[in-house]
T-cell receptor, first 114, second 116 residues
Framework: AQTVTQSQPEMSVQEAETVTLSCTYD???????LFWYKQPPSRQMILVIR??????QNATENRFSVNFQKAAKSFSLKISDSQLGDTAMYFC???????????FGTGTLLAVQP | DTGVSQDPRHKITKRGQNVTFRCDPI?????LYWYRQTLGQGPEFLTY????????KSRLLSDRFSAERPKGSFSTLEIQRTEQGDSAMYLC??????????????FGQGTRLTVV
């Protein structure tokens, strides 16, 4: 079984500043993937960044990067130079095993303030 | 291809009525997933298909729920005798599994169901 925990229901950041969203997970799989998805208001969920558990190097995608601590089962998302368009619900998710089904956390609502 | 599309976007129904939702995945994707998302929660897995075969169903999928993917392309999710507790956003996602690996899952915009 897999679980994903996001302990920050809401976060706020000033435009151009940096913010870090926290996520912890638990899984019995040896080979698994971790994701951060963004869900803007009334819009579809899109993938922000993906991390393969067997890779030690932290994934980066432009202004988005992760801090993957495998032993601690921690997977935080850092957003640099925050933009107004980053305002959204952010979900951390884990997938492992053959089904590729995603297990999501409860989400963090990020508000970027002008 | 414009991505994963879901129809309708919104559905309001009276308790006890049946409803059916449709999902059209990205055309080359062989895996299709249904999730349910209630307010303030993350999406929860309901079921998934590989081609036309339904390979896993969550215990959340009661007997009133049925999903099909008859030709391995689009999928339908039917809820019979709807209850107020069925009110939620129903999300569809698709991915391609090939060579033992999966691409990322792409999501549709969802169908928001309100049972009154």
């Amino acid at each position: 079984a897999q679980t994903v925990t996001q302990s920050q229901p809401e976060m706020s950041v000033q435009e151009a500043e940096t913010v870090t969203l926290s996520c912890t997970y638990d899984t019995s799989e040896n080979n698994y993937y971790l994701f951060w998805y963004k869900q803007p208001p009334s819009r579809q969920m899109i993938l922000v960044i993906r991390q393969e558990a067997y890779k030690q190097q932290n994934a980066t995608e432009n202004r988005f990067s992760v801090n993957f601590q495998k032993a601690a089962k921690s997977f935080s998302l850092k957003i640099s130079d925050s933009q107004l368009g980053d305002t959204a619900m952010y979900f951390c998710a884990c997938v492992g095993g053959a089904t590729n089904k995603l297990i999501f956390g409860t989400g963090t609502l990020l508000a970027v303030q002008p | 291809d414009t991505g994963v599309s879901q129809d309708p976007r919104h559905k309001i129904t009276k308790r006890g009525q049946n409803v059916t939702f449709r999902c059209d995945p990205i055309s080359e994707h062989n895996r299709l997933y249904w999730y349910r998302q209630t307010l303030g929660q993350g999406p929860e897995f309901l079921t998934y298909f590989q081609n036309e075969a339904q390979l896993e169903k969550s215990r959340l999928l009661s007997d009133r729920f049925s999903a099909e993917r008859p030709k391995g392309s689009f999928s339908t999710l039917e809820i019979q005798r709807t209850e107020q507790g069925d009110s939620a956003m129903y999300l569809c996602a698709s991915s391609l599994r090939a060579g033992g690996r999966d691409t990322e899952a792409f999501f549709g915009q969802g169908t928001r169901l309100t049972v009154v």
